[in-house]
């Protein structure tokens, strides 16, 4: 006689519309704009918004522990529409700390632009539309930003071992900015949003 061997119902899932993933080991974050000091170039803006009004919120699913090398990390963010003064909300963005891992990005809902900028501080942009997917290379920072007027879902998949590296962002933040301008987005150098 065959052997009979088991099939198992997943404990994951993915919803494909909204990007939602569920089952009992996903885990959530949420990122309130009291939360996200030095991040935006209008630090008095931010300080006049509701500290617990939420920016962005993120889950994930680490099947290993992190630093682990060789697995997968998967999760999603949800940037939610608004703005510190000009500057559209957007993730606080980040290197990896080790730096030569690499990063998948693809759009689910809403409208974003996905800032990049690497070690040289060269910074360029990519709109951010359902179906659009990003490949962050090594060594290559990655923020992602909300110009639409719904919520923004993009999911996201990461080596296990890559970690962030917050540190840098936030002390010297990337070399250009989204912020609103005649109504529409414009990616500014960061030395002319002091002045603004
Ligand atoms: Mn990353």
């Known amino acids: 006689?065959?052997?009979?061997?088991?099939?198992?119902?997943?404990?994951?899932?993915?919803?494909?519309?909204?990007?939602?993933?569920?089952?009992?080991?996903?885990?959530?974050?949420?990122?309130?704009?009291?939360?996200?000091?030095?991040?935006?170039?209008?630090?008095?803006?931010?300080?006049?918004?509701?500290?617990?009004?939420?920016?962005?919120?993120?889950?994930?699913?680490?099947?290993?522990?992190?630093?682990?090398?060789?697995?997968?990390?998967?999760?999603?963010?949800?940037?939610?529409?608004?703005?510190?003064?000009?500057?559209?909300?957007?993730?606080?963005?980040?290197?990896?700390?080790?730096?030569?891992?690499?990063?998948y990005y693809w759009c689910i809902k809403g409208k974003g632009i996905l800032i990049f900028m690497d070690r040289e501080r060269k910074t360029w942009a990519e709109e951010m539309n359902p179906g659009t997917l990003h490949y962050m290379p090594a060594n290559v920072a990655h923020r992602s930003v909300n110009v639409g007027n719904e919520p923004m879902t993009f999911g996201a998949c990461w080596p296990s071992d890559a970690g962030y590296d917050y540190g840098t962002i936030l002390e010297s933040g990337f070399n250009s900015r989204l912020l609103e301008i005649d109504g529409k987005p414009q990616l500014v150098n960061d030395k002319d949003c002091q002045h603004l």
């Open 1 to 103: 006689m065959t052997k009979q061997m088991s099939i198992n119902a997943p404990d994951l899932f993915f919803n494909n519309q909204t990007g939602e993933l569920s089952g009992k080991k996903v885990g959530e974050k949420i990122a309130r704009i009291g939360d996200l000091t030095n991040v935006f170039a209008d630090e008095d803006a931010r300080q006049n918004l509701d500290p617990e009004l939420v920016a962005y919120h993120f889950q994930y699913f680490f099947p290993v522990p992190e630093n682990t090398e060789g697995g997968l990390f998967f999760g999603n963010t949800t940037i939610y529409p608004g703005k510190v003064g000009q500057e559209y909300f957007m993730t606080k963005g980040h290197f990896h700390a080790k730096g030569d891992r690499g990063e």
